[in-house]
């Protein structure tokens, strides 16, 4: 167990449903990250937050959002969904702003959520 | 942009071979690379890391690490695989310039035959 905790692990649902993927960050941990796994797109970084605020934005699309609460959990919420986002979608927590940027600050990973759209 | 190429999509091997996995990147600046192993059906976990010092990093179970800068590459090596090795395994990437974030590789499945 990572201590980063995911929910649903996995979700099946339609084309143009809307769906909220959470994520609990490790203890201590203020920062919070979400990664896309597919097949042909690999592990793809889609937004970062830290501390409540948007930290950095990746290959988020704009359907898709995020947003991170008082208490530091995430939900990514994904809508109008299409047969492509079927994917893992990771989340992963540091403690500071810059994740993977000094020792003390690497990303520690969920075990993600498995999101199949029919 | 910074990028990662894993040329090795999926390497096999017997138990007991020797193991080396490709990685490079392309980002010329100050780096910070990871490896990270994703069991099947678990979350990713960090092998090892290379912040600065010794190009030569040693990680868990056994797994080593070689930053090599002229060559940008940052190669994986275990000198004797268990069949508990099957994995898929993610390069990373972080750089103090804008990118910033970590950067994967498309990942190496390693299967490891008994």
């Known amino acids: 167990d990572s201590g980063v905790t995911q929910t649903p692990k996995h979700l099946i649902t339609a084309t143009g449903q809307r769906v909220t993927l959470r994520c609990s960050p490790r203890?201590?941990?203020?920062?919070v990250y979400w990664y896309q796994q597919s097949l042909d797109q690999g592990l793809q970084f889609l937004i970062q937050?830290?501390?409540?605020?948007?930290?950095a934005k990746g290959n988020i699309l704009e359907r898709f959002s995020a947003q991170q609460f008082p208490d530091l959990h995430s939900e990514l919420n994904l809508s109008s969904l299409e047969l492509g986002d079927s994917a893992l979608y990771f989340c992963?927590?540091?403690?500071?702003?810059?994740?993977?940027?000094?020792?003390?600050?690497?990303?520690?990973f969920g075990a993600g959520s498995r999101l199949t759209v029919l | 942009a910074q990028s990662v190429s894993q040329h090795n999509h999926h390497v096999i091997l017997s138990e007991a071979a020797s193991l080396e996995l490709g990685c490079n990147y392309s980002?010329?600046?100050?780096?910070?690379l990871f490896w990270y192993v994703q069991y099947p059906g678990q979350h990713l976990q960090l092998l090892l890391k290379?912040?600065?010092?010794?190009?030569l990093v040693k990680g868990i179970k056994g797994f080593e690490a070689e930053f090599i800068k002229s060559k940008f590459s940052f190669n994986l090596r275990k000198p004797s695989v268990q069949w508990s090795d099957t994995a898929e395994y993610f390069c990373?990437?972080?750089?103090?310039?804008?990118?910033?974030?970590?950067?994967f590789g498309s990942g190496t499945q390693l299967t490891v035959l008994p």
């Open positions: 990373a990437v972080t750089s103090s310039g804008s990118a910033r974030q970590l950067t």
């Open positions: 290379y912040f600065s010092g010794d190009p």
């Open positions: 992963a927590s540091s403690v500071g702003p810059t994740g993977g940027l000094s020792g003390a600050n690497v990303l520690t």
């Open positions: 937050y830290y501390n409540g605020e948007e930290r």
């Open positions: 203890s201590g941990d203020l920062s």
């Open positions: 980002y010329g600046g100050t780096v910070n």
